[in-house]
T-cell receptor
C-alpha cells in the first residue's frame, strides 16, 4: 500500500523559533500533497495544497508568510512554521495521493508541535 | 463549506450496528471515509464516486446518494477495533481537495 512518512513525529520549540516538518511519499510519486492542522477533538482543517514545482495554494485565513511550504520533488514536501507562537501548537498532518490512483489520499502519521 | 456529520458520538456494544451520516449543502463529486484512532493519523476506509455507489470494507459499508448530497457509513456487527473517530471528506466537482466533516466518535464496548 501507499505509505507517507512525516518527520519529526513530535517537536517542542520555544516561542519565536521556526520549525520544519517533512512529508515524504515512500513508494509512490505525488504531484500534490496536502497539509492539515488538527486541534484536539476537532476535525482536520486544510491549510494548503502543495504542488510540485510551483507555489502552494493556501486556504483562506492561513498566513502564507508564516506557514512556508516547499514541494521540491515528487516525493517530498516541507512545512516550515516560522516565528512559532503557543497558539500554533497543534497536530500537523500531511497527505498525498498516488498519481495513478486519483482520489485516494494517504495520510502521514502526523507531527505534534508544542510551542512553549 | 464543511459537511455535517451525525451523530457526533455513538456508543455501541460489540456486535451492534450503527449508521453515520454525512451531508453536504453543495453537489458532490466524491465522498471519502476515514477512521482516526487517538493520537494517530486518519486511515483511509473507502471512496465513493457520484453514481450512487455502495462499497464495503470488511463489515463496514457505505452508500452515496447523489441527489440528497449525502453519504452514510454502516458499521455492521461492530468490533472493538471499530472504535475511533470517523470523518467524511467531501470533494466537490470544481476542486481536488477534501473538506472534512466534524467527525463522529464511535466507542465499541465489550
Amino acid at each position: 500500500g501507499a505509505v507517507v512518512s512525516q518527520h519529526p513525529s513530535w517537536v517542542i520549540c520555544k516561542s519565536g523559533t521556526s520549525v520544519k516538518i517533512e512529508c515524504r511519499s515512500l513508494d509512490f510519486q505525488a504531484t500534490t500533497m496536502f497539509w492539515y492542522r488538527q486541534f484536539p477533538k476537532q476535525s482536520l482543517m486544510l491549510m494548503a495544497t502543495s504542488n510540485e514545482g510551483s507555489k502552494a495554494t493556501y486556504e483562506q485565513g492561513v498566513e502564507k508568510d508564516k506557514f512556508l511550504i516547499n514541494h521540491a520533488s515528487l516525493t517530498l514536501s516541507t512545512l516550515t512554521v516560522t516565528s512559532a507562537h503557543p497558539e500554533d501548537s497543534s497536530f500537523y498532518i500531511c497527505s498525498a495521493g498516488d498519481v495513478g490512483r486519483a482520489g485516494e489520499q494517504y495520510f502521514g502519521p502526523g507531527t505534534r508541535l508544542t510551542v512553549t | 463549506q464543511q459537511p455535517v456529520q451525525s451523530p457526533q458520538a455513538v456508543i455501541l456494544r460489540e456486535g451492534e450496528d450503527a449508521v453515520i451520516n454525512c451531508s453536504s449543502s453543495k453537489a458532490l463529486y466524491s465522498v471519502h471515509w476515514y477512521r482516526q484512532k487517538h493520537g494517530e493519523a486518519p486511515v483511509f476506509l473507502m471512496i465513493l464516486l457520484k453514481g450512487g455507489e455502495q462499497k464495503g470494507h470488511e463489515k463496514i459499508s457505505a452508500s452515496f446518494n447523489e441527489k440528497k448530497q449525502q453519504s452514510s457509513l454502516y458499521l455492521t456487527a461492530s468490533q472493538l477495533s471499530y472504535s475511533g473517530t470517523y470523518f467524511c471528506g467531501t470533494e466537490y466537482p470544481a476542486g481536488n481537495k477534501l473538506t472534512f466533516g466534524g467527525g463522529t466518535r464511535v466507542l465499541v464496548k465489550p
